[in-house]
């Protein structure tokens, strides 16, 4: 858990050093961004992103007692979290990849990982893991939608940018119906406790009824549409699903 923790931190400590430049053009993206309002220097947000690099190294490391397959895991998540954004190679950048890149650190590999730690590989892991890439992959595209202006004014040519709005958000509300798809499914196949849905159910309905008046999506942005809004309370639902 610290190890996925870490990791996540990981991508967006990078991401922000990265694309500090570029969030500085965009007064609400620099508030929250301190290399580029200036709180935190480059050189010092390096090494403090080295740090929780090598933390979530070492966690990785640790649950691989379980067997080799959680290290590499890890490895490839820690991996994709720097080359996402380092503007050395930058898949964020890459139309296709920087979606498949996004889903797979930031959703599948994070669930496969944490299954792979406790329980053998032949157990069915795929569903969970497909759920939480789709969710990722989703968030990559409402994210897309929501930065398009900034992004293509930046030079971008992501999915989005290539694909348009309107094809950009179909693949949105394909993988949102997918994954819920899959829920229903780990639902009918038992393949985790069904009671933990009845967990899951609560924290959303909670997270929505305390969450109404901020109005803002997972990424703290101000929400456009009830989607948008819809974010926090869904990721609440899963994390009390989890």
């Keep these: 858990l610290l190890a996925n923790i870490f990791a996540n931190c990981l991508s967006f400590m990078v991401n922000d050093i990265e694309d500090a430049d570029d969030d500085a053009r965009d007064p609400p993206r620099a508030a929250r961004n301190v290399v580029s309002n200036g709180q935190l220097d480059r ?39 720097i ?9 964020k950048a890459r139309p296709v990849v920087d979606v498949l890149s996004h889903a797979l650190m930031l959703g599948g590999l994070l669930v496969l990982a944490g299954h792979l730690a406790v329980a053998p590989a032949g157990e069915a892991w795929w569903l969970p893991a497909t759920t939480a890439f789709l969710v990722s992959a989703y ?8 930065d398009f202006d900034t992004d293509r004014a930046a030079g971008l040519s992501n999915s989005a940018i290539i694909l348009g709005t309107s094809a950009t958000a179909i693949l949105a509300r394909a993988c949102a119906a997918v994954g819920f798809a899959c829920v229903v499914l780990m639902l009918v196949l038992d393949s985790i406790p069904r009671w933990s849905f009845g967990a899951g159910a609560i924290a959303g309905l909670l997270s929505w009824r305390l969450r109404t008046g901020t109005a803002t999506d997972m990424r703290g942005t101000e929400a456009s549409d009830a989607a948008s809004q819809a974010q926090r309370p869904m990721l609440d639902a899963l994390n009390g699903l989890a």
């Design 43 to 81: 050189h010092t947000a390096w090494w403090a992103s080295l740090g929780v690099g090598l933390a979530s190294l070492g966690g990785y490391a640790l649950a691989a007692r379980s067997g080799p397959e959680v290290l590499a895991c890890g490895v490839v998540i820690l991996a994709l979290s």
């Design 83 to 91: 080359l996402y954004s380092w503007r050395g190679v930058r898949l």
């Design 139 to 146: 968030g990559q595209f409402h994210n897309q939608l929501r």
